[in-house]
């Protein structure tokens, strides 16, 4: 069985209009896998698609080699349990404390309170924020934010982890953190995908890189690979020019 995330030719329309074309994707086990393009390209969608939230027009999403799209409900619920994901906003619950929103998956799957506490401060813990298990969202930076919303999504012990944009709209020692987290994770073993249009932060932390310009994924590789790429699309994204703004508009 392939160990990892796949994507075969998967074509993925709204409304009639073409946001993905028969795109193909692999992220092996282990690996930290960065999708890059520019805003409203169709990256969140990717990682919509590949959880199952979203189907495709055609084309196959597998999860460890198991094609997920004739799968019952339960069937792809216990495979998604196995990815869980840091959504674009961090979206952390406001009515509850820090340590609930940590938590409550676990309270809900029926699991010991004195259980559910430990692996809250262990996991509040690694993103460094063990003193604010008592604290609101409202009552925190949006850096910390988004390392409690990475500490929720690493309760239930997934093998596969997806951030959506985890650096966007943070100060430089924001970054620094959540960079740092992914790559603790990443070297506990963790496979990680992440999407984001940050080209420092895609840099500072994968090893592989795809990119998707006009609905097609155009490129995959390493990042000398990339930045020696002469693709057009390619080009005015690492090195935008004034040029290329005024041709945009
Ligand atoms: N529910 C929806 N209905 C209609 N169009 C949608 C819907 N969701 C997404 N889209 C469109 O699909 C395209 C891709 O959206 P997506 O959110 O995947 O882009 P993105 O690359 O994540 O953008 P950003 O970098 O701004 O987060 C966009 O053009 C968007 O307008
Ligand atoms: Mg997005």
Do not use: W
């Amino acid at each position: 069985m392939t160990q990892g995330l796949q994507l075969d030719n998967l074509t993925y329309s709204v409304d009639g209009r073409t946001i993905l074309q028969d795109v193909d994707l692999f992220v092996a086990k282990g690996v930290n896998r960065t999708i890059l393009g520019a805003s409203g390209v169709g990256k969140t969608t990717i990682l919509k698609l590949m959880l199952g939230l979203l189907k495709p027009d055609s084309g196959e999403v597998s999860i460890d080699g198991e094609k997920i799209g004739h799968l019952s409900e339960g069937k792809l619920i216990q495979l998604r349990s196995r990815i869980a994901i840091v959504f674009q906003g961090g979206a952390l619950f406001d009515s509850m404390t820090v340590g609930e929103n940590v938590g409550y998956r676990l309270l809900e799957e029926g699991r010991p309170e004195r259980e559910v506490e430990r692996v809250v401060r262990e996991k509040l813990s690694f993103v460094g924020l063990e003193d604010t298990i008592n604290r609101y969202p409202a009552q925190l930076s949006g850096g910390m934010k988004k390392r409690a919303a990475i500490a929720r999504a690493l309760a239930c012990e997934p093998d596969y982890i997806f951030f959506d944009e985890p650096t966007t709209g943070l100060d430089p020692i924001g970054v620094y953190n959540i960079c740092n987290v992914i790559r603790l994770l990443q070297a506990e073993g963790k496979t990680i995908l992440m999407v984001t249009h940050d080209l420092e932060t895609a840099f500072n932390v994968s090893d592989r890189f795809s990119f998707i310009h006009k609905a097609r994924m155009i490129f995959e590789g390493t990042r000398e690979e990339m930045l020696a790429s002469d693709h057009p699309a390619i080009r005015e994204f690492l090195e935008p020019t004034d040029e290329s703004l005024f041709t945009k508009l």
